[in-house]
């Protein structure tokens, strides 16, 4: 009888073994911390952790998770109101990859301070004209709660759709650069665009160092124009 036990219990351990090491080989982590700074004293921490799934040899599925602690000053009437949130997103995204091309789609959900909320819809795809040289486009949907960005009226939902353009040049092995525009339309019909610079170093896989500046303008009387700089240290496996 205590023979028959110790057999169960071996095959039992070995088949949970052979389970974990075949998760374990299908199964990645990520991580990483940005900063962002800029216009209007804005500040935003944001570090994340996450999960890629593999579904094929060119097919993934990642599981993110991001905490966004931001601030900035916005206008009252003759002064300025020190404004501070927090955020937690949630996100799904989808990932294939082809020999001349690559896309991703990605489905994201926020909660946060004063109850704010939000979904958001992301895709986009690089065309690689050559090893060292792709043209990126994609398109960007949010659905939104004023309350964090508009503290001083009535709450709504304010819907913002974008699209978007860039080239990726690989300069050498370990150093990209990566230049794009954003034009962007809100159902309040503010209309804007971003013109972004982005420098990607990898020392080290699965090291990322990401430097980004960005030049954003809109058509509103105030919200959030002017210069930003991000940078930010990943880890991708």
């Known amino acids: 009888m205590e023979s028959t036990i110790r057999r169960s219990l071996l095959i039992l351990s070995s088949l949970i073994f052979l389970g974990l090491k075949a998760w374990a080989a299908i199964l990645y982590p990520q991580a990483g911390i940005e900063y962002y ?8 921490l944001k570090p994340w952790v996450g999960l890629r799934m593999t579904l094929a040899a060119n097919s993934s599925f990642l599981f993110k998770f991001t905490f966004h602690d931001l601030s900035f000053d916005y206008p009252l ?6 404004r501070q949130a927090n ?22 959900y926020f909660r946060g301070s004063d109850d704010y909320s939000a979904l958001n819809f992301d895709g986009g795809a690089t065309l690689k004209i050559s090893s060292r040289f792709g043209l990126e486009g994609g398109l960007y949907f949010l659905d939104e709660s004023s309350v964090l960005w508009y503290p001083d009226q009535p709450g709504r939902r304010i819907r913002v759709g974008a699209i978007r353009g860039g080239i990726e040049i690989e300069i050498m092995p370990f150093f990209k650069i990566n230049p794009s525009i954003y034009f962007y339309q809100n159902s309040e019909q503010v209309k804007a665009r971003t013109i972004a610079f982005s420098l990607v170093f990898v020392p080290k896989s699965p090291f990322y160092l990401v430097f980004t500046f960005w030049d954003y ?11 930003y700089i991000s940078i930010g240290v990943n880890i991708y496996y």
């Open 37 to 44: 700074f800029g216009a209007n004293k804005f500040r935003s």
């Open 77 to 82: 009437a003759e002064t300025r109101m020190k």
């Open 87 to 108: 955020l937690s997103q949630f996100i799904s995204a989808f990932y294939h990859a082809r020999e001349k091309m690559d896309g991703y789609l990605a489905m994201s």
């Open 217 to 227: 303008r809109e058509s509103a009387e105030y919200r959030f124009s002017g210069q």
